[in-house]
């Protein structure tokens, strides 16, 4: 059974085909690679994947599970969790908040008008050790405000990864990163264990190469190359479209 | 004990004795007002400032909660049921709203509360079988709640009093819980709040109804207060004077909305006394709100606090 399968996806907008019959299958535990010029309908497809926008034909399963009709706040309780190309967090709280917020998303607890949330041990606990596993227990009280780009990016990620998702999208995770944050993400993203199947895109050759098993190249919203690294990196058709050499 | 501790024992202390020393029934009553229109911004707070949806269609809910309780009482029912069946209709036309108004945010929000609101205001005015229209409906005495006589100022002070602030308390409890903290998620980042998932939808129309709870009981106070209710009450200069309690005292805090409902309530009643162009005062300390302190009394009061302590320690305290 594949973690995710995406078959005969399609979406316009208007006269604009963004998605054109995209098929692909990702298996258990791997770690994907979309790639594709500007343009290409890459952040379109997370976007369909995770629900955000509905597909105008096609279908989408999660482990099996078609999940082309359950809305997308329901797909991070089937274990689907992203982040952002534009990092979207909460400004005025703290990181601890923020991670506290994403654990919360998967709990009953969130519709409790009546407790004190930062009094629940469990969830601070929780958020915590969320913390420690991206480096950033120690300014866990601080603002958001008062952090870096890399840190934030680091808290997108501590979000995403506190929910426990079996599939995990990551859209451009080292985008606007310097040298040295770049390879404290890189890291990060190592030490996730292999009961998390990754898919992500991302520009940066030199990291994401390194990082990706297989890779799909998306070109004018369609599948033009799928294959093993190597593969897709021997491909004429990538020299063509995207590596332009 | 805290200097918040103190500060919150002191206002205790004043409230509960203010009928005996402030002089006169005069003023004992824009107590009353001031503590029945602060539950009013409370409630219009939670949406407006917590939730970032601006209603300028809540005098209509406040208004639907005093007319049922004027039509009711004319019709020869009890307190007890006028009061019950002014939360219930209260809430309903809440629900009505938060299904028509939910479909958007932002400026297509307040548009169809405002919209909504005007239906309700030409509906208490021409719909004169059951509100007489212009001339309103009259009250004919109050409640006495557990035997407790609240026909006199002070009386009607002290329940206005408990109902404030179990109301406070209310608020305190919610801003604080998990519910309100996804409130507030959905106010600064819905769509990464939706994508951790959390039903935005569903989290606004529950804020929506506890704002709606609120509004109703500060509207049903009102009814028993000035024991009268016309179209008037209804209207959108109503809408918007609320509002200016919670935007002037500072929306998304817990004190500012009645900082806001004393500032509104003194300079109409108080001051228009004095001025006969209240309404000009009243406008000028807004702009002067705006451009001095554009967070709010409360946030304003206290970053203006926190500067001159800093000034005079050189270090933040």
């Known amino acids: ?15 604009l085909h963004v998605t054109k019959n995209v098929t692909f299958d990702v298996a258990p535990g791997e770690r994907r690679l979309i790639i594709g010029p500007n343009g290409a309908g890459k952040t379109t497809l997370f976007n369909l994947i995770t629900g955000e926008l509905t597909p105008d034909s096609g279908s989408i399963a999660l482990f099996g599970q078609d999940i082309t009709r359950v809305p997308s706040c329901r797909r991070p309780h089937l274990g689907m969790a992203r982040t952002y190309q534009i990092i979207t967090l909460f400004p005025h709280d703290t990181i601890l908040h923020n991670v506290s917020l994403a654990l919360l998303g998967l709990t009953p607890m969130r519709w409790n008008p009546l407790i004190n949330m930062r009094r629940q041990r469990h969830l601070q606990e929780q958020a915590h050790e969320a913390l420690r596993r991206v480096g950033l227990a120690d300014i866990a009280e601080r603002p958001l ?7 934030r990016r680091r808290v997108e990620i501590a979000m995403a990864l506190a ?4 599939l995990l999208l990551l859209d451009e995770p080292f985008a606007g990163l310097s040298i040295d ?13 292999r009961d998390v199947t990754i898919v992500m895109i991302e520009h940066n050759m030199d990291v994401a190469l390194e990082f990706a098993e297989r890779i799909t190249l998306l070109h004018f919203g369609e599948v033009i190359v799928e294959g093993t690294r190597a593969e897709v990196v021997a491909d004429p058709r990538t020299r063509e479209v995207y590596l332009g050499h | 004990m805290s200097r918040r501790d103190v500060a919150l024992l002191l206002a205790a202390v004043a409230l509960v004795t203010l009928p005996y020393w402030m002089s006169g029934i005069y ?4 107590a009353s007002q001031i503590l029945f229109f602060a539950v009013f911004a409370l409630g219009l707070n939670i949406i407006a400032g917590y939730g970032g949806l601006v209603s300028l269609g809540h005098a209509a809910l406040f208004g639907i909660s005093a007319y049922v309780v004027g039509y009711l009482l004319q019709h020869g029912v009890g307190h007890a ?19 028509l108004a939910l479909r958007a945010t932002g400026i297509g929000f307040i548009m169809i509360t405002l919209a909504l609101g005007e239906i309700l205001w030409g509906l208490a005015y021409r719909w004169i079988s059951v509100t007489n229209g212009d001339n309103g409906i009259n009250l004919h005495g109050r409640p006495q709640p557990f035997g407790f006589d609240i026909n006199s100022a002070s009386g009607f002070y002290y329940a206005t009093l408990i109902v404030f602030v179990a109301a406070v308390a209310a608020v305190a409890v919610f801003v604080r819980s998990p519910l309100g903290a996804a409130l507030m998620g959905t106010r600064d ?16 129309f529950w804020a929506c109804m506890f704002s709606g709870l609120l509004t109703s009981i500060a509207g049903i106070l009102f009814v028993y207060y000035t024991q009268f209710i016309s179209p008037q009450t209804l209207a959108l200069t109503s809408s918007a004077e609320v509002l200016l309690m919670v935007i002037a005292g ?3 805090t817990l004190l500012g909305p009645i900082v806001g409902a004393g500032l509104v309530v003194v300079v109409k009643s108080v001051v228009s006394g004095f001025i006969e162009r209240w309404n000009f005062l009243l406008g000028a300390i807004f702009v002067a709100i705006v451009i001095l302190m554009p967070e709010g009394l409360v946030p304003g009061t206290a970053r203006l606090w926190r500067r001159a302590w800093q000034g005079k320690d050189g270090a933040p305290p």
Do not use: C
């Open chain 1, 1 to 15: 059974m594949s973690a995710l399968t995406v078959s005969r996806l399609r979406k316009s907008f208007g006269g």
């Open chain 2, 250 to 252: 500072g929306a998304g």
């Open chain 1, 145 to 151: 405000s008062q952090t870096s780009y890399g840190e």
């Open chain 2, 81 to 99: 049921i006028a009061i019950l069946g002014a939360l219930l209709a209260g809430l309903a036309a809440m629900a009505v709203y938060a299904a």
């Open chain 2, 189 to 204: 980042q819905p769509r990464r709040m939706n994508a951790l998932g959390y039903h935005v939808w569903a989290i606004r």
């Open chain 1, 163 to 166: 929910q426990n998702p079996r």
């Open chain 1, 181 to 193: 944050e770049r390879q404290d993400v890189r890291q990060l993203l190592a030490t996730i264990p």
């Open chain 2, 27 to 30: 003023y004992i009553n824009v």
